[in-house]
């Protein structure tokens, strides 16, 4: 998909503009040294209409990222919030992802630059599915990356863009390789994370996934967790080896773009069965009906659609 082709409107500084002219200038600070902040967010389709699944928590995470790098978003949270509605209704999308991105322009290069102007924006368009559609079922393929996690300090554990260089390398070697994902460890061995999602193995029933200081504070591992304890399953969080994964019965990814995935094998070596586990077919299905308002608690976590 080229993103570029697509025809609509984007937020950008405050207003709505056409999808074809949401351009910046090639000397924008962030373009050259990855200094921004973003968000994965999505919206559903439900009986109330297309509803952004915890919203809050995504805007207050941008926030939080901003500023861990010292970076002042020039508007306010309930601001950017709108701004996610108007550009679902905009665009009249009954599902979407929605990329909200702070980043510095172009008025001075280099390390040292300062005046730097914020600029925010927010878009959103179709992207059914990350994985290929009988991934949630069939699960994937992953390999052991050789490519590390960056962690133990705040700005690792935010989500700013240029940190995301690992992730892509980590993803791109997996791929080659001929898997359909990448599992990286941080710098002491321990399993961290996906290029893009959280981790979890299931192992006699009980709910494992690494530590914050391995991993990103996903908004979608924390719904897991909280359904997980809805549903008595009980999880714990802690450092986990290779051999921990090996040995599990079951394992997942879990993201927002990536939602909740089975994973059916490490580097060729089959986890469990090798098919989609009890457990987690269990959680993949209570999320699903969570996102797309089934469910009555549904809605404290979404963000109905603004009225005309």
């Known amino acids: 998909m080229d993103l570029s082709k697509i025809s609509g409107e984007i937020w950008f500084d405050g207003e709505m503009i056409d999808w074809q002219d949401a351009n910046t200038h090639l000397l924008t600070h962030t373009l050259h040294y990855g200094l921004g902040v973003f968000e994965g967010v999505r919206a559903y389709a439900t009986q109330k209409g297309p509803s952004i699944f915890r919203l809050d ?58 005046n730097l102007k914020v600029h925010a924006m927010v878009a959103a368009w179709e992207w059914p599915s990350y994985m290929e559609p009988e991934a949630r079922t069939k699960g994937i393929k992953v390999k ?12 690792s554990n935010a989500k700013v863009n240029g940190n995301y260089v690992h992730s892509i390398v980590a993803l791109n070697e997996a791929l080659e390789n001929g898997f359909d994902e990448a599992l990286m460890l941080d710098a002491d061995g321990y399993v961290a994370e996906g290029s893009g999602e959280n981790f979890f193995i299931v192992k006699e029933g009980v709910l494992y996934s690494p530590d914050l200081d391995s991993c990103l504070d996903g908004i979608t591992r924390r719904t897991i967790l909280e359904l997980a304890e809805e549903l008595g399953i009980s999880y714990e969080i802690k450092k986990l080896t290779v051999e921990d994964v090996l040995e599990a019965d079951e394992s997942f990814f879990s993201g927002t773009a990536a939602e909740v995935v089975p994973i059916n094998s490490l580097d060729g070596n089959t986890i469990g ?36």
Do not use: W
């Not at 949270?77 to 701004?83: F, P, R, S």
């Not at 052991?144 to 700005?155: E, G, I």
């Not at 996102?291 to 963000?303: D, P, W």
């Open 273 to 308: 069965s090798g098919d989609r586990g009890p457990v987690t077919e269990r959680l993949q299905s209570i999320y699903f009906d969570q996102v797309r308002g089934v469910r009555a608690v549904s809605y404290t976590h979404l963000t109905l659609p603004t009225k005309a």
């Open 57 to 114: 928590d995504h805007t207050d995470r941008l926030f939080k990222s901003a500023e861990t790098v010292n970076m002042e978003i020039p508007y306010s949270k309930e601001v950017l919030n709108a701004a996610h509605q108007e550009v679902i209704k905009a665009n009249n999308l009954k599902e979407a992802y929605i990329r909200p991105m702070c980043f510095y322009g172009s008025e001075g290069m280099g390390l040292r630059a300062d």
């Open 144 to 155: 052991l990356s050789s490519f590390n996690r960056q962690v133990k300090n705040p700005v």
